[in-house]
Each structure stands twice: as structure tokens, then as C-alpha cells.
């Protein structure tokens, strides 16, 4: 039987490097909010953010290549642009109760 030690079976200082330890999920966020005014729906406002420009530049690459038209392009990134406005008068607009 072929055992074979990866480098951290004996130090427990040292990172394997086949272990998945530190990947990341592309869906997951790539930073916190800190923001003073903190509030859930801010965190969700935020995440939106992020996925309107990871999306963005997805579809910037894709046109780029000659994958997309410009117009095809154009026509996604507005149509994401009216989500994240959506999103931002859902989450971020209160009316103002005095």
C-alpha cells in the first residue's frame, strides 16, 4: 500500500498546498462593509455593488473577445444597471416619516 505524507502531517505549521484552505466560492463577497452606518440592508446593498462589477466586467471581457456585441453589451449592463438602482431604492431609499 503506497502512503504518501502530505507536508503538513508533521508540522502543524505548514500549509499543504493541494488543500482547498483559504479558496474562495466566486459568489462569495470580496470584502466587508464597514461602514459607521452599518445596517443589514447595507451589507445586502453592498453585496449587490460587488456583483454589478464582477458582472460588468465579465460582460466587458465577453465584448472584448468578439463573444458580445457592443450593443448585446450595452443592452445586459443596462438592464443590470435598473437591478442595482432597484435594489438601492428597495434597500437604501426610506421615506421619511416626521
Known sequence: ???????????????DPL???GTRSPLEGHSGYRGADWSPERLAF???LEQFAERVGLIVGLQGNGKVSQEEAYAEIKAIWK?????????LERPQSE
Open 1 to 15: 500500500m503506497d502512503e504518501r505524507l502530505s507536508p503538513s502531517d508533521g508540522d502543524p505549521n505548514v500549509r
Open 19 to 21: 488543500s482547498n484552505a
Open 46 to 48: 453592498h453585496q449587490n
Open 83 to 91: 437591478s442595482l438602482k432597484s435594489s438601492k431604492n428597495s434597500l
